[in-house]
């Protein structure tokens, strides 16, 4: 599995949803999470699959996700996601 860096999650997170084609999106509904994998495993899977972690599409609806400056690491919230998935 390819690792992806930070560089690279930051340039996915600063993708633009008004000008985005649709067509470029995963729709995260297709999606299908091997829960056997160990976690940094099932994280890059989801990654890989997903294309952008940051934005993606659930039907018709372009999804764009963002995290607040919390103490929340971006590892427990997607953590947390995967784990309702």
């Known amino acids: 599995m390819n690792s992806i860096n930070a560089s690279a999650l930051d340039e996915m997170s600063r993708i633009d949803i008004r000008t985005v084609d649709p067509d470029t999106l995963v729709d995260i509904r297709e999606i299908e999470v091997d829960h056997e994998l160990p976690k940094e495993a099932r994280i890059m899977n989801f990654i890989e699959k997903i294309k952008n972690p940051y934005c993606f599409k659930h039907g018709k609806v372009i999804v764009k996700v963002g995290f607040a ?17």
Not at 78 to 85: A, D, G, K, Q
């Open 69 to 85: 400056d919390t103490e929340d690491t971006f590892e427990n919230k997607f953590e947390s996601y995967l784990r309702s998935v």
